[in-house]
């Protein structure tokens, strides 16, 4: 691929902060077209158990909060602190839960940096979010999810995968996209960088997780795939 054919790399908040406004039909109609949809935000939040008790649930990445609607089905009192870098994203999940206003808090910033209450939340949710990171980030971010779950806590998570063969191309071209750029943290620029699942199964168990449950996947035959998976504390 020529330079020419290359997107520009851009920061991670104005990323997202220049698409917030065409962003919820950007993954309705491109990522997740069709059922796929309704399939994958189900997914997210079919590991909770349903309940009417304000359980406290942690949103890594929330964006415009996509992922909520299928959540407060769920757990209608749920009490759900939100982070992401992008502000205009979070303006949009604002406007759009005002009914959950009470029951929701949101913070602007980097939940690779922000720490979490230890042994505050009962759930914790991440939906394609991760993606951008490197082995070592994931690491050291999934030790801090396990730590800040409630004894017997879930963290759900749905992303992008791809094939372990396929892992170290995506790994190259991460490396060569950020070489055109200042250096910075992992995370601070978009690149993707997906793993495979069971790349993803064992950085989590390496976190302290146990009973690793595929939930869903978009289609397991595709080099870009989408999955969503559990584990608990």
């Known amino acids: 691929m020529s330079a020419e054919d290359k997107e520009k790399v851009e920061e991670m908040a ?85 009914a959950y206003a009470s029951q929701i808090t949101l913070v602007a910033g980097s939940y690779l940096t922000i720490p979490f209450e230890q042994q505050a939340y009962d759930h914790i949710i991440s939906a394609i979010a991760n993606h951008h990171l490197l082995r070592d980030t994931k690491r050291e971010l999934y030790a801090n999810i396990y730590a800040a779950l409630r004894p017997g806590g879930k963290y759900v998570e749905g992303d992008a995968v791809v094939p372990a063969d396929m892992e170290s191309q995506f790994l190259d071209e991460y490396y060569e996209e950020a070489a055109t750029v200042p250096s910075a943290p992992d995370g601070h620029y978009h690149i993707d960088i997906p793993f495979s699942i069971a790349t993803q199964r064992s950085l989590l168990l390496e976190a302290g997780f146990k009973d690793f449950q595929l939930v869903w996947q978009k289609d397991s035959t595709a080099v870009w795939n989408i999955a969503v998976y559990v584990v608990t504390t």
Request: charged share 25%; net charge negative; glycine share 6%.
């Open 14 to 98: 104005a990323f997202f902060d220049a698409r917030a406004a065409g962003y919820d039909d950007y993954m309705r109609d491109s990522i997740f077209p069709d059922a796929a949809f309704a399939q994958f935000y189900q997914a997210m939040s079919s590991p909770i158990e349903r309940t009417d008790e304000p359980l406290r649930i942690l949103d890594l990445g929330c964006g415009t909060g996509l992922e909520l609607e299928a959540l407060f089905q769920r757990v209608p009192n749920a009490l759900v602190t939100g982070i992401d870098l992008a502000e205009n994203m979070l303006e949009l999940l604002q406007q759009k839960y005002a």
